[in-house]
């Protein structure tokens, strides 16, 4: 018999960033699976969607994972370069042909990439850089408030012109939200957000497609045949579904009653077959992203890497509730994609790189504070 030795085990350390992948690792597990179902009766089969799916994911980790080992401060020397390109690229999505009246994507590869999702982490990045060099300046009028107002502004309204309002308004309330935390002085920022609301109503009521989806989310049976027909059919996805749902594949409206089934309203057909229990876990796991990214930026070195780890949780939880919201006829029919959930390869990446950042600041940030520390262990071995 061997004597007694002391094993000991490496600490298990939990951090808000570590909780943040393992919930993304979930929603895309669970994306997969309800796609697979909800492509199931579209042109090309389910196998066409889920590998394209595959594809882009593949690109997302590959994108995500150059991000999170680059320096990134290193790379705030190419802020203005980042910035400018993107713009570029909302300019030159103006000048190809319209897919389904607007024109938001450019051709590459075989693949549409939509430059609206890009131009989102770009500004981001641009305004993160921009109020952090100028942090002493935060409550001069000119450099801290009207300068970095300006750039969100000219974001927007080429979203505005494509058209695509709703990542104009996440494009916008992302921006000003960063003008907030910076620093940005409230007397400045109120009277803007006032202006800002009473113009997107006016271009709203201005636009009859718009606001036709407007006056159905507020009488959607009375409109449940004309433009208020994909928000009833998602809620009588929901009905249908109820705890415990249908099952994969046994759901109807996929079967052409609930158009784009597989991307902007992929919720609803999740409620359909897998019930209450999985959309319920969706929420929670998006609420989960957004806790554990309030507590990770909290130790953020400085005002840079603050601002840009915010803005790209926000990015990812925004944009979930403004999905979730028209799914469920708690906002107007707005098309958005689920984040890590919808099929689209735009977005996909877009939320490979958005999670590439803060993997990455998780990695350089100096100590994470655990949320859970195991304490080591000690194993005798006979």
Same mark, same amino acid.
């Given at each position: 018999? $061997?004597?007694?030795?002391?094993?000991?085990?490496?600490?298990?350390?939990?951090?808000?960033? $570590?909780?943040?992948?393992?919930?993304?690792?979930?929603?895309?597990?669970?994306?997969?699976?309800?796609?697979?179902?909800?492509? $199931?009766?579209?042109?090309?089969?389910?196998?066409?969607?889920?590998?394209?799916?595959?594809?882009?994911?593949?690109?997302?980790?590959?994108?995500?994972?150059?991000?999170?080992?680059?320096?990134?401060?290193?790379?705030?020397?190419?802020?203005?370069? &980042?910035? %400018?390109?993107?713009?570029?690229?909302?300019?030159?999505?103006?000048?190809?042909?319209?897919?389904?009246?607007?024109?938001?994507?450019?051709?590459?590869?075989?693949?549409? @990439?939509?430059?609206?999702?890009?131009?989102?982490?770009? @500004?981001?990045?641009?305004?993160?850089?921009?109020?952090?060099?100028? +942090?002493?300046?935060?409550?001069?009028?000119?450099?801290?408030?009207?300068?970095?107002?300006?750039?969100?502004?000219?974001?927007?309204?080429?979203?505005?012109?494509?058209?695509?309002?709703?990542?104009?308004?996440?494009?916008?309330?992302? %921006?000003?939200?960063? @003008?907030?935390?910076?620093?940005?002085?409230?007397?400045?920022?109120?009277?803007?957000?006032?202006?800002?609301?009473?113009?997107?109503?006016?271009?709203?009521?201005?636009?009859?497609?718009?606001?036709?989806?407007?006056? #159905?989310?507020?009488?959607?049976?009375?409109?449940? =045949?004309? #433009?208020?027909?994909?928000?009833?059919?998602?809620?009588?996805?929901?009905?249908?579904?109820?705890?415990?749902?249908?099952?994969?594949?046994?759901?109807? +409206? +996929?079967?052409?009653?609930?158009?784009?089934?597989?991307?902007?309203?992929?919720?609803?057909?999740?409620?359909?077959?897998?019930?209450?229990?999985?959309?319920?876990?969706?929420?929670?796991?998006?609420?989960?992203?957004?806790?554990?990214?309030?507590?990770?930026?909290?130790?953020?070195?400085?005002?840079?890497?603050?601002?840009?780890?915010?803005?790209? &949780?926000?990015?990812?939880?925004?944009?979930?509730?403004?999905?979730?919201?028209?799914?469920?006829?708690?906002?107007?029919?707005?098309?958005?994609?689920?984040?890590?959930?919808?099929?689209?390869?735009?977005?996909?990446?877009?939320?490979?790189?958005? &999670?590439?950042?803060?993997?990455?600041? =998780?990695?350089?940030?100096?100590?994470?504070?655990?949320?859970?520390?195991?304490?080591?262990?000690?194993?005798?071995?006979?």
């Amino acid at each position: 018999m $061997s004597s007694p030795s002391a094993v000991l085990r490496r600490p298990l350390t939990i951090t808000p960033a $570590s909780v943040i992948v393992v919930c993304v690792a979930a929603l895309v597990s669970l994306g997969l699976v309800v796609l697979f179902s909800a492509s $199931s009766p579209i042109k090309g089969g389910p196998y066409a969607y889920l590998y394209k799916q595959l594809i882009f994911l593949a690109l997302s980790i590959g994108a995500g994972w150059l991000v999170a080992i680059v320096d990134l401060e290193h790379l705030r020397r190419f802020a203005w370069l &980042v910035a %400018g390109a993107s713009l570029l690229s909302l300019v030159l999505v103006l000048f190809t042909h319209p897919v389904n009246g607007s024109r938001r994507w450019l051709g590459l590869g075989g693949f549409g @990439l939509q430059m609206t999702e890009f131009a989102k982490l770009a @500004l981001v990045f641009t305004l993160a850089h921009y109020l952090a060099i100028n +942090q002493s300046r935060l409550h001069d009028f000119w450099r801290g408030f009207a300068l970095p107002l300006a750039g969100i502004g000219l974001f927007v309204l080429l979203a505005i012109v494509e058209p695509d309002f709703g990542a104009a308004a996440l494009l916008g309330g992302i %921006g000003v939200v960063l @003008l907030f935390l910076a620093g940005a002085r409230l007397k400045f920022l109120l009277p803007c957000i006032g202006a800002a609301v009473l113009a997107f109503v006016v271009l709203v009521a201005n636009n009859p497609v718009r606001l036709q989806r407007v006056l #159905s989310f507020l009488d959607p049976e009375a409109n449940r =045949q004309g #433009s208020g027909y994909q928000p009833w059919q998602a809620l009588l996805a929901f009905a249908a579904g109820g705890v415990d749902g249908v099952g994969l594949g046994n759901g109807r +409206q +996929q079967n052409s009653f609930l158009p784009f089934a597989h991307t902007d309203y992929i919720f609803a057909i999740m409620g359909e077959e897998m019930g209450l229990i999985f959309t319920l876990l969706t929420v929670g796991l998006f609420v989960t992203i957004f806790v554990a990214g309030l507590l990770h930026v909290r130790r953020a070195p400085n005002l840079f890497q603050f601002l840009l780890v915010t803005g790209c &949780v926000l990015l990812i939880t925004l944009q979930a509730i403004i999905n979730l919201g028209v799914v469920t006829s708690l906002l107007p029919s707005k098309g958005m994609s689920l984040p890590f959930i919808s099929a689209g390869g735009s977005n996909l990446l877009l939320m490979g790189l958005l &999670v590439g950042i803060i993997i990455n600041s =998780q990695r350089t940030w100096e100590r994470p504070k655990p949320l859970v520390r195991k304490r080591a262990l000690t194993e005798v071995v006979a």
